[in-house]
């Protein structure tokens, strides 16, 4: 892997396997998420809790466990920082992977047909018709943790929600799911520009 840009979200994976740095710097937070409450078969509510902080330099190896037995973040401090990794196929029966938030567990999967179709026709409809959005959510085929997913990968944090994503995440606080949730994202990015106007990332 060549690191120019991206730093990664906190996250697991669906494979085994081992990565060593080649060239550059890194920051590696490692995580453990505890559940305490299945909303749906695609988010879970729970507690994060960091278990390490280190520095990775050239040579360094760290094994690759799938699942929640490893759960990290990887803020690139030099770029490119170039990774080997050695990995298993897909290990079968689990999701793609998951986003680790303070409170939420994401899991990551493809949209199937219909949710693609339902999800291209309700940004059709708030272009057109913008009043008829809310009655087209109740109706919508994505669970809670689908419609978070959407907006983390659609919104960086930091500026506001972009109106189609604000009804959507409207829609889950008022089932008391998703509270506080892009104050969080906000959050993240403020740390991260922080980071960046001391140094430590760029």
């Known amino acids: 892997y060549y690191w120019f840009h991206t730093d990664t979200s906190v996250h697991n994976h669906h494979f085994s396997g081992a990565f060593k740095v080649i060239q550059g710097k890194s920051h590696q937070l490692s995580y453990e998420f505890r559940v305490s409450n299945k909303i749906d078969e695609h988010l879970f509510e729970g507690e994060t809790t960091k278990k390490s902080d280190l520095i990775l330099s ?3 190896v760290h094994r690759i466990h799938p699942q929640d037995e490893f759960i ?15 990995r298993t196929d897909n290990l079968p029966g689990m999701n793609l992977w998951s986003f680790i938030l303070p409170k ?4 990551y999967k493809d949209f199937d047909e219909n949710q693609k179709k339902w999800y291209q026709s309700l940004k059709n409809i708030y272009r057109h018709y913008p009043k008829a959005i809310p009655q087209q959510i109740d109706q919508m085929p994505l669970t809670a943790g689908d419609i978070l997913r959407i907006i983390i990968q659609a919104n960086s944090g930091d500026k506001p929600l972009e109106p189609i994503h604000q009804l959507l995440l409207t829609s889950l606080q ?3 799911i998703g509270l506080g949730f892009f104050e ?4 993240q990015h403020k740390m991260n520009q922080k980071l960046k106007m001391f140094g430590a990332i760029s």
């Open 174 to 176: 008022k089932k008391g």
């Open 184 to 187: 969080m994202l906000q959050s």
């Open 72 to 86: 990290h973040q990887v803020i690139h401090l030099e770029k490119p920082t170039v990774t080997l990794c050695l």
């Open 58 to 60: 050239v040579g360094d």
């Open 104 to 107: 939420y567990k994401i899991l």
